[in-house]
C-alpha cells in the first residue's frame, strides 16, 4: 500500500534525525535504511534527502564531514548536533501529541 506523499512530508526530519542520533551517515545509506527500517514505504529520492540535509545543516542541526575509508571512495557523512539533539527530542514530543490525537479520531480499529 502506498502512503500519499503529503503525509510524510511533516515527517521527514524526525525520521533523518532519528537516524542521525544513532550513527553518522552518507545521503545513500540513509535513503537505505530509511527503506528498510520501514519496509518499503518510506522511500526517499537523493532529490528529496538532499535539501532537507542541506536546510539541517543551515539550521545547526547537522554538520557535516568529508570520510575517505580504505579502498572505499570518499564521502559526505552527516552527524547531529547537540542543538539537533534537542529539535529532535522537541520533535518526538510533537509527534506523540499528534500521534495521540488522530488515533483519538480515527478510532483504534485502524492502529
Given at each position: 500500500m502506498g502512503?500519499?506523499?503529503?503525509?510524510?512530508?511533516?515527517?521527514?526530519?524526525?525520521?533523518?534525525?532519528?537516524?542521525?542520533e544513532r550513527e553518522a551517515m552518507y545521503g545513500y545509506q540513509m535513503i537505505k535504511e530509511i527503506e528498510k527500517r520501514s519496509n518499503g514505504i518510506f522511500s526517499f529520492k537523493e532529490g528529496t534527502l538532499y535539501p532537507i540535509l542541506h536546510a539541517l545543516e543551515a539550521d545547526g542541526f547537522v554538520e557535516s564531514f568529508w570520510s575517505e575509508q580504505a579502498g572505499a571512495r570518499k564521502r559526505k557523512y552527516y552527524r547531529i548536533t547537540d542543538?539537533?539533539?534537542?529539535?529532535?527530542?522537541?520533535?518526538?514530543r510533537e509527534w506523540a501529541i499528534f500521534r495521540s490525537a488522530v488515533d483519538k479520531v480515527i478510532g483504534e480499529e485502524y492502529v
Open positions: 502512503i500519499d506523499k503529503e503525509l510524510l512530508k511533516g515527517s521527514t526530519v524526525i525520521l533523518v534525525l532519528t537516524l542521525l542543538r539537533g539533539r534537542s529539535h529532535l527530542q522537541q520533535k518526538q
